[in-house]
């Protein structure tokens, strides 16, 4: 537990020197990282759907600029999700080597050859540290906007469905 409060700690330092907008807009929190970073950011839907060489959502690093690709075909929650993840990304300095070999490279966008990608982080799972910070750090961002969903109340027709499916985070007790 003094690890998630250490990581919450160092997220919240990490964002002390980059305003979020209120009330919260995606666009200008985005512009604000851009102006910290001092590099042009370009936020885009990715051109290919969702699959296991393609994530919801990655950040490219060039010589040039930043690019961010999110998954089109989402609820607008989970896209600002998306974005702030990859942003989160940019923000920790999070490197990643071999990218012009990622299939995820190769989408056939015409302006971007994939041995001009320094660095693509990719939003497939959280298997590794930088990818659960990131996601600590988006969640906090949208817990700081009040844009974080409620937690799902514990009685009435929710509580019943999840002991009907068993959810594996709630004890379900034998009446």
Known sequence: MNDLKRLRAACKARLRDIEIPRPFDLDEFARNVQAHRNRPLLILPAPDPTSDDMPYGSWWATDHGDFIFYEPHTT???????????????????????????????TGLPDIEPAAIRTMMT??????????????????????????PAPAAEDGLAARLSDVLGNPRRKRSLR
């Open 76 to 106: 607008e929650l989970h896209r600002t999700q998306i974005v702030l993840h990859e942003l989160a990304h940019m923000l920790w300095g999070d490197e990643a080597a071999g990218v012009a070999d990622s299939p995820a490279a190769n």
């Open 123 to 148: 939003r497939h799972n959280y298997s590794t540290p930088e990818e659960r910070r990131a996601e600590l750090l988006a969640s906090l961002i949208l817990e700081e906007t009040g844009m974080a």
